[in-house]
């Protein structure tokens, strides 16, 4: 499914300005000085209604160019580099830069998957509140789609604990439309348990049929961490 939908990603006048713009700041982004913790900077960004308006016709445009240049950025990023969720260096916190390309493109799933798992996920940055305004931020925009819905109840439910939040997101995941037949075996795997069940197993299980590369490689990742427990 794509980011973009049908809308139209033509570069305006504005919008070539702005990609220039994006080019020396994706070069500052990839390039920066090393601060404490052999951390980068992430430099400070125009106020999201700044960036879009100056974006025009190819906002699209620069939202991939935001994106591709921040991938490795935040990638390097990790969790506890800089003393745990939160953040510690100056600039942008993350789930702020990836708050601003969805504000160019509200429809680009890739950078919500990726806000689910390394935003939101609790052996990543574990940064509950900028993980739950992205994923809610998705719903608004994909209302039909299950997995931005999965992925807030599994931070209630890993993350914060708190089963009466994450029995809603589950429960709304599985009323979108054409949720996964495994979907419901999760939710009933999570919620209920399995008398005499190797979870970890069973979670690997469930992933082998998960055709969501983000969902596969998190439920791997929770088997992972059950087998280590």
């Known amino acids: 499914m794509s980011g973009y939908g049908h809308r139209d990603r033509g570069l305006g006048p504005a919008g070539l300005i702005l990609l220039l713009l994006l080019t020396m700041g994706g070069h500052a982004v990839l390039t920066a000085a090393p601060v404490r913790g052999g ?3 992430l430099p400070a960004l125009p106020h999201p209604a700044v960036l879009t308006a100056a974006a025009g016709d ?3 445009l620069a939202a991939d160019y935001l994106w ?3 991938h490795r950025r935040l990638a390097e990023k990790g969790a506890g580099a800089d003393g745990g969720a939160g ?5 942008v916190e993350p789930a702020d830069f990836l708050g601003a390309i969805t504000d160019l ?3 680009f ?3 919500y998957l990726y806000a689910a798992t390394y935003i939101a996920g609790p052996q990543y940055r574990a940064d509950y509140d900028g993980g739950e305004r992205l994923l809610r931020k998705a719903c608004r925009a994909l209302p039909r789609a299950w ?3 999965f992925f807030l109840g599994m931070m209630e439910w890993e993350g914060r604990g708190d089963v009466p939040a994450a029995r809603k997101w589950f429960g709304r995941a599985l009323a979108a439309d054409a949720p996964p037949r495994f979907l419901a075996d999760i939710v009933a795997l999570l919620l209920n348990g399995e008398a005499g069940t190797n979870r970890a197993a069973r979670l690997r299980q469930l992933a082998e049929g998960c055709r969501d590369a983000a969902v596969r490689d ?3 990742g929770l088997a992972a961490e059950d087998g280590d427990a």
């Open 58 to 60: 190819g906002r699209f």
């Open 105 to 107: 493109d509200p429809w």
């Open 218 to 220: 998190y439920l791997l």
């Open 68 to 70: 591709l240049t921040a």
């Open 109 to 111: 799933r890739v950078v």
């Open 87 to 91: 953040g510690g260096t100056a600039g």
């Open 39 to 41: 951390e980068k900077r």
């Open 147 to 149: 997995v931005f819905p």
